[in-house]
């Protein structure tokens, strides 16, 4: 985006709390569809008070239906997963808001401005057996003409809590470019939509840690994390989002992780790794 066009965004003077307000209450006006994109993605300019943005517009009315979710559910399990990252501290997941918009309800989220690098350094494609000093083994892939390459992600503390988020929420899609590190140093993930499935759906690209203990640091996390979904207000807000047996299921693993102290592992009942992994 050329500098002229630039606005706020979190991280460069619009910080969480005001780009919620201006999502839940500013204009939108469509600027374009993102393509790739199996739902109706649209990106957006907001404004609302004299501060302006740019953000992702996901109407409901735009969502292709899925087997194993109940139809129309997708925005709401993005506004949730974002109520979860903002519940650790971690500020994985953009703001993000449900309101109205030009073509009906939907998830509203700010857009985050990325290095034109965009995720290089947190995932690679290595030759031989080992990941190499910094990485970390997520399997072997193959690369043409019958080649195969290790795939594997950065060591990285970012990732890490951000693969302790996605087995709380259930993450059934987790793929690279998903992965969004600011400028900043904040990294952002975003498309959350198939999330909260209260059977186990986890597919993530962030297995290099599967089975090892969590830090005293996600622990502790964690254990807030619970006790807001007890007794906070934080299971109210959901409750209003996902289903009673998907908010019962939310809370069973937190308690799971916490019960076990490590990393979870790849159920062998369900493909571990999305495809296309990008």
Not at 9 to 22: F, Q
Not at 90 to 110: A, F, N
Not at 145 to 154: I, M, N, P, S
Request: charged share 25%; hydrophobic share 40%; net charge negative.
């Amino acid at each position: 985006m050329p500098a002229s066009e630039r606005v706020p965004a979190v991280g460069d003077g619009l910080n969480g709390d005001i780009a919620a307000e201006l999502l839940a209450h500013g204009e939108l006006t469509v600027r374009g569809r993102l393509r790739d994109a199996s739902n109706a993605v649209l990106y957006c300019a907001v404004e609302h008070d004299g501060v302006r943005a740019h953000c992702v517009y996901k109407p409901v009315a735009g969502e292709r239906p899925l087997w194993d979710f109940p139809d129309g559910t997708l925005a709401q399990r993005e506004v949730a997963a974002y109520l979860v990252s903002e519940a650790t501290g971690w500020g994985l997941v953009p703001p993000t808001v449900l309101r109205d918009g030009p073509y009906g309800e939907g998830m509203v989220q700010l857009w985050i401005e990325t290095p034109e690098e965009g995720g290089e350094g947190l995932l690679a494609l290595v030759e031989g057996e080992e990941p190499g000093e910094g990485w970390k083994a997520v399997g072997f892939a193959e690369v043409g003409e019958g080649r195969t390459a290790l795939l594997v992600h950065a060591d990285d503390a970012r990732l890490r809590r951000l693969a302790v988020l996605d087995a709380v929420i259930n993450n059934a899609d987790r793929k690279g470019g998903h992965l969004l590190p600011a400028a900043d140093g904040q990294l952002y993930a975003i498309d959350h939509g198939v999330t909260f499935n209260t059977e186990n759906k986890l597919r993530t690209l962030l297995w290099g840690w599967a089975g090892e203990p969590l830090t005293d640091e996600i622990a502790e996390v964690l254990g807030k994390l619970s006790a807001e979904l007890a007794d906070g207000g934080l299971g109210a807000r959901l409750a209003e989002l996902i289903t009673p047996a998907e908010l019962d299921a939310l809370r069973n693993r937190v308690a799971g992780l916490l019960a076990s102290g490590r990393h979870p592992e790849p159920s062998g009942e369900w493909p571990a790794i999305p495809w296309p992994p990008i």
